[in-house]
């Protein structure tokens, strides 16, 4: 599979990277941090909604221990994701190390979605992970500076963060076998908005669908 | 904001993102998850993507004018685009748009 090949498969994920990664650093500039902080995040982090999530939390001044367990449990599908590619990477290098860094969503989608000959597979899932973490770091700090340059209101941007949510809660239900959990956590999440303290409403709303995914399994698999 | 307080947390942050990432590697090198692990890997992520919509509407004040009036079309926007045409961009792109317009002009 020859460079351009590879590029021509991460455009739509560009397409998504670039604009969401500008939105994350508009927000990050719109609370005053400096502009290479979202290089950092994406640097480093690189996960789309943990970062924003960060962001979030960072305006609510929540602890660093706060953050970590949100980050965690935000990220836990990530697991998932990862189960599913242990044989796949198992007889790659040391390059595997940066492919599970880099497993977000949009890299798993494309990674379990292209069809490779077996002698090119690590280097085009390294090509593709690091194309798409490119894609997110240009656009998020370009993002951050231009909300510092840009007279452009952008109030209301960070909307694009609930339609993803949005969005990705239809992609789940319509792939999930069982639907059950996606109405408990419509309950579970309309209970917690209205009745958990704001600042505790995630970890707590988080806990309480584990518990309930767990105690109550067989009914969940009952019907469907 | 203080720059301890960031870098704290971006440190923190990744750390908390790369565990997950390499949890299953470690964990399951060797032996098949078990039937309860699969159970919550398959189950979790919708649970956790609905939870995460009333998240992003924790601050809306329901009781006030405008009554939440632009999240409830802007939300209505993406689920109705994405229903109709499933492009997740196209959803993500129209809803934020339709927000950021009556946030600014209409409310």
């Known amino acids: ?224 | 904001m203080e720059s301890s307080y960031i870098i704290g947390s971006i440190i923190v942050a990744m750390l908390a993102t790369y565990a997950t990432r390499i949890i299953p590697f470690l964990l399951f090198r060797n032996r098949e998850p078990s039937a309860l692990i699969k159970y919550i890997e398959l189950n979790m992520p919708v649970m956790i993507m609905v939870i995460l919509v009333f998240y992003a509407l924790k601050d809306v004040k329901w009781e006030s004018y405008p009554y939440g009036m632009a999240e409830i079309i802007g939300v209505g926007v993406a689920i109705f685009l994405h229903v109709r045409f499933q492009n997740a961009l196209l959803s993500i792109f129209v809803a934020t748009l339709a927000y950021m317009v009556l946030v600014q002009n209409v409310f």
């Open chain 1, 1 to 224: 599979m020859s460079f351009l090949q590879i590029v021509k498969l991460t455009i739509p994920v560009m397409m998504g990277y670039i604009p969401l990664g500008m939105a994350f650093g508009l927000l990050l500039s719109k609370l005053l941090i400096p502009w290479y902080y979202a290089f950092f995040m994406s640097v480093f982090i690189f996960a789309g909604s943990g970062q924003f999530l960060a962001l979030t939390l960072f305006a609510s001044q929540a602890t660093i221990l706060e953050i970590g367990i949100a980050t965690f449990l935000l990220n836990l599908r990530h697991t998932f994701y990862g189960l599913s590619m242990i044989s796949a990477f198992k007889d790659f290098s040391w390059k595997k190390h940066y492919l599970i860094f880099g497993l977000t969503d949009e890299t798993f989608a494309l990674l379990k979605t292209t069809e490779i000959a077996e002698a090119n597979r690590e280097r085009v899932y390294v090509w593709i992970t690091f194309l798409n973490q490119c894609y997110w770091v240009i656009g998020s700090v370009v993002g951050a500076m231009l909300g510092n340059i840009l007279p452009f209101n952008y109030q209301g941007i960070e909307f694009s963060l609930t339609a993803l949510f949005v969005v990705l809660s239809i992609e789940l239900y319509k792939k999930n076998r069982l639907h059950k959990p996606f109405f408990v956590a419509l309950i579970i999440g309309l209970f917690g908005m209205v009745l958990f303290p704001p600042q505790k409403m995630l970890i707590l709303s988080l806990c309480l669908a584990a518990f309930v995914l767990i105690v109550f399994k067989r009914s969940m698999e009952n019907g469907k």
